[in-house]
């Protein structure tokens, strides 16, 4: 008898579909598969949304996105969540209480603007963020215009990265990486949890087609922590991979193009 084929780690995200491809779900599932997951899906808002920007959002209802959580958490079992957009107050306080119920590690992008510079998060959702979001998170990973919406601090240099750190962690994740990109030079993140520190370094790659990277770096983390990594392994490969997916990130459309999901398959050709 042939025997069975071994299940592949189950990682869950909860997040909004990107029409385009190339960010929100659609991106998560793509790194799930890449990087030897079984991905599986909450739906938490649907957008029009292309290489030119977001033209719309809407918002499921929260009892649509309970339920898609339960389906999924009950019968198949997660062993890493990864969130991405929330969209309002209501969407994150029920995800916040779904997550504080699951032991499972969590990572926690906290999605409020899109790559073109749409807002994807209500203003008056920010507070749930910080209360009750970030504090069941394994791993938050705000970009530089994230960490200016929930802390105020505006980062123009490494030690902006850690100030910006401390004030995050404050607020209750257990570790957070703070995506330097936007910094001129190299692309550099901070991974610390109050106590080590891990500063990520990768060239910066000529390359303007760069759609879905926050997507995908989270998404590598929480394949990383359902096999079992630990949290400065798991960042380390996800930065890793990401890196790659940005140098073969490719034109699509008029405007900004995604990452690459699959550059490690092509590449062994």
């Not at 030897?36 to 499921?60: F, I």
């Not at 998060?121 to 929930?150: F, H, I, Y």
Request: a negative charge; hydrophobic letters at 45%.
């Amino acid at each position: 008898m042939t025997a069975p084929a071994p299940i592949p780690p189950r990682v869950l995200t909860v997040a909004g579909s990107d029409s385009g491809g190339g960010a929100g779900i659609q991106a998560d599932l793509k790194t799930m598969l890449a990087l030897g997951a079984h991905g599986m899906s909450v739906l938490t808002a649907v957008t029009a949304q292309n290489s030119l920007g977001v033209q719309g959002a809407w918002e499921l209802p929260a009892d649509a996105v309970r339920a898609q959580y339960r389906s999924v958490v009950d019968d198949i079992g997660v062993q890493a969540v990864k969130t991405g957009m929330l969209s309002s107050a209501v969407l994150v306080d029920t995800v916040a209480e779904l997550l504080a119920e699951t032991e499972a590690p969590v990572v926690v992008d906290p999605v409020g603007v899109s790559k073109h510079g749409d807002p994807l998060l209500a203003a008056e959702a920010l507070d749930s963020v910080r209360t009750k979001l970030l504090p069941v998170a394994t791993v938050a990973t705000p970009n530089l215009d994230e960490v200016a919406q929930l802390t105020g601090i505006t980062v123009t240099d490494e030690a902006g990265m850690r100030r910006a750190a401390a004030e995050i962690l404050d607020h209750g994740p257990r570790w957070v990486v703070i995506k330097g990109g936007h910094l001129p030079g190299e692309a550099v993140d901070l991974l610390t949890d109050g106590d080590e520190e891990h500063w990520l370094r990768a060239p910066r790659l000529d390359n303007r087609h760069t759609h879905g990277t926050g997507c995908t770096l989270a998404s590598a983390i929480a394949c990383g922590l359902a096999r079992g990594q630990d949290v400065p392994a798991a960042v380390r490969g996800a930065k890793e991979y990401v890196t790659g997916a940005i140098r073969a990130g490719f034109a699509l459309g008029g405007g900004i193009g995604p990452v690459d999901h699959g550059w490690q398959a092509r590449s062994e050709r």
